[in-house]
């Protein structure tokens, strides 16, 4: 039986051939088939120079206005002159001066005696194993330097001077340290110091202080047989100043009279 095809009915094997351009041009001969193949742009570096370009052409928006004092009627330069420098007297600076530099000296003055020779002290030493050698004040200021004199009855020793104020309703240790090059034969040596600062600096302050020595063959004390070392706080009594203006006015006379120039004849 024969197959019969309409003319609406398409070849299905020219549907799989590609077209030629021959094809097209003898249709409509004008039109031209230009085909250029496009791609996307490569990235590539901005150098700085390149950069500084860009933000130099970029323009900007920010608007800069500059005004003047004249423009407001005021004036550009304002000056003040002064005949005399005066400074406001506020009664402050006395104040600072007096307490870092006090006007009131105060002195130390001792109520109690030391062993007069080496031989009554080494024999004390020898019978209590510690005594109070020799002291030092220091002038102009409540400050005392003391030598302690101990008897070497062990390698480990230590040596406090307990100190108060208040007749020993309190009271505190110092720590005295050991004199280099002072161990000898059966004695050794150590130092402190007892200084009195603001505001326990008063005229009439009393300090009473002791001395400890402890060692490994137990501890021993020293208070002035049973009374304490007793130091008194006194104030060094002030000169009043003198006015040195009419002292001023005679060096000055004088000083013209020797410059008095000669007439000769």
Not at 24 to 44: G, H, Q, T, W, Y
Not at 46 to 60: F, I, K, Q, V
Not at 67 to 73: E, H, L, T
Not at 177 to 197: A, H, R, W, Y
Request: proline fraction near 6%.
């Amino acid at each position: 039986m024969e197959s019969f095809e309409g003319p609406n009915q398409v070849n299905r094997a020219n549907l799989l051939q590609i077209p030629t351009v021959n094809d097209f041009a003898s249709d409509d001969e004008d039109v031209k088939i230009n085909i250029e193949l496009r791609f996307s742009p490569r990235p590539r570096r901005r150098s700085s120079a390149s950069s500084e370009e860009e933000e130099a052409d970029t323009p900007t928006n920010i608007s800069r206005k500059v005004s003047f004092a004249d423009a407001f009627g005021f004036d550009l330069v304002s000056v003040k002159e002064f005949d005399i420098w005066e400074f406001p007297n506020t009664g402050q600076g006395n104040d600072i001066q007096d307490e870092v530099f006090p006007q009131d000296e105060y002195f130390f003055s001792q109520l109690f005696t030391l062993p007069p020779s080496q031989e009554e002290l080494l024999q004390k030493v020898r019978e209590q194993k510690v005594v109070l050698e020799s002291i030092l004040f220091l002038p102009g200021i409540t400050c005392m330097n003391g030598i302690i004199r101990v008897l070497n009855i062990s390698f480990e020793k230590q040596v406090y001077v307990r100190t108060t104020l208040n007749n020993w309703l309190s009271y505190y240790d110092i720590l005295a340290e050991f004199m280099p090059n002072s161990c000898g034969n059966e004695t050794d040596q150590f130092c402190f110091k007892i200084s009195l600062v603001p505001p326990y600096q008063k005229d009439g302050v009393k300090v009473e202080f002791c001395i400890r020595y402890e060692t490994s063959a137990g501890t021993f004390w020293a208070n002035n047989d049973d009374k304490n070392y007793t130091l008194i706080c006194h104030k060094k009594e002030t000169v009043p100043k003198l006015d040195n203006k009419p002292q001023k006015e005679v060096t000055d006379r004088h000083l013209k009279g020797c410059l008095k120039t000669t007439q000769s004849r």
